[in-house]
């Protein structure tokens, strides 16, 4: 059997409760000494269902493994684990700098603008720009910005949305159609997997 390469995986949770989930996902994590790179919660576009976006270095047998594992938790709906080309993604980055050497260097400016950063907040003491990208446009910033006195630096999670999908949306809608009633469409989730949610 072939040794498959770990590259970078996207799994995406659509899950209904949040509260004790995260811990619960955390540890299937945990237990099989996987580190998470980039955690990120947000609603969805479905009222009520909230979706993580878990990014890992891993080999697509263990993702594959996590997946069934995560699906397993009474409240999540579906899992779908996907790699960067599959994805479209990006990171938002702050970056602290002092404001008397961005007034004295021009050079910096052009540097900022050359890196797509903008300003959102402008004191005396420094200013905090803002970039948003993939982690090497947002890394490289920071080689940028460090000689010139890089005071505080911080990046968000990753969101990510996949790029060959209708969506789970259209999944959810086609239930609602065929058996309307909250609960049946939750057991319809639960019993049905694959067959139901496959795109």
Same mark, same amino acid.
Do not use: C
């Given at each position: 059997?072939?040794?498959?390469? %770990?590259?970078?995986?996207n799994?995406? !949770?659509?899950?209904e409760n949040q509260i004790g989930l995260? +811990?619960?996902?955390? $540890? $299937?994590?945990?237990?099989r000494k996987i580190n998470i790179d980039s955690l990120n919660t947000s609603p969805s576009e479905i009222k009520g269902i909230h979706r993580f976006n878990i990014v $890992? &270095?891993?080999?697509? &047998?263990?993702?594959? %493994?996590?997946?069934?594992?995560i699906e397993k =938790? !009474?409240? !999540?709906?579906?899992?779908?684990?996907?790699? +960067?080309? &599959?994805?479209?993604? =990006?990171?938002m980055a702050l970056y602290k700098v002092p404001a008397d050497v961005i007034a004295e260097k021009a050079s910096v400016e052009r540097l900022l603008r050359e890196n797509g950063a903008r300003a959102v907040v402008i004191r005396k003491d420094y200013i905090v720009f803002e970039t948003t990208g993939h982690r090497e446009e947002t &890394? +490289? @910033?920071? +080689? !940028? @910005?460090?000689?010139? #006195? @890089?005071i505080e630096f911080v990046r968000s999670a990753r969101v990510a949305i996949i790029k060959d999908s209708e969506g789970f949306n259209a999944k959810i809608r086609e239930f609602e159609q065929l058996e309307p009633g909250e609960e049946v469409i939750e057991n %319809?989730?639960?019993? =049905? #997997?694959e067959k139901v949610f496959t795109m």
């Open positions: 059997m072939e040794t498959q390469e %770990k590259q970078e995986f799994i995406t !949770v659509y899950t995260l +811990n619960r996902i955390a $540890i $299937i994590f945990t237990r $890992i &270095d891993e080999t697509e &047998d263990v993702v594959r %493994k996590l997946s069934r594992q =938790q !009474v409240e !999540v709906l579906k899992v779908y684990y996907h790699t +960067n080309a &599959d994805v479209i993604w =990006q990171e &890394d +490289n @910033l920071i +080689n !940028v @910005l460090q000689p010139f #006195g @890089l %319809k989730y639960l019993n =049905q #997997g």
